[in-house]
């Protein structure tokens, strides 16, 4: 994969997966990777810095919470982050209309 396609879409990727509700971060990173069917990879390395700025910029809240017998970090999408979300998936939207316009066809093979 060619992470320079990928970036600024993590963050679109992960608020979609939180604003489904509050989850822990490998069972984001896990989510991305099945639904992804395997294209998507998010290391620790990038997952947490990812969602401690989307923490900052107020996108996500984050509690504790006990699961399975031991602490967990779970985060949640805020107002402010729904918002962003709906704005991010607009925009990925009109990327991917525009990139398909210019490779043509359906399947973008044209």
């Known amino acids: 994969m060619d992470w320079r396609l990928v970036s600024g ?4 990727l ?4 939180i604003s489904e509700g509050p989850t822990y971060g490998y069972s984001i990173a896990q989510t991305v990777l099945a639904r992804s069917e395997g294209y998507f ?12 700025r ?13 699961a399975d017998g031991r602490e967990r970090k779970y985060y949640k999408l805020t107002p402010a982050g729904r918002t ?21 066809g359906a399947d973008g093979l044209a």
């Open 84 to 104: 962003a979300l709906t704005a991010k998936k607009k925009e990925w939207k009109r990327f991917a209309k525009g990139v398909q316009g210019v490779l043509g």
């Open 41 to 52: 990879e998010i290391t620790e390395g990038s997952l947490y810095p990812a969602l401690h």
């Open 54 to 66: 989307l923490e900052r910029q107020k996108f996500l809240e984050s509690f504790w919470k006990e």
């Open 9 to 12: 879409t993590v963050d679109t």
């Open 14 to 17: 992960l608020l979609e997966v």
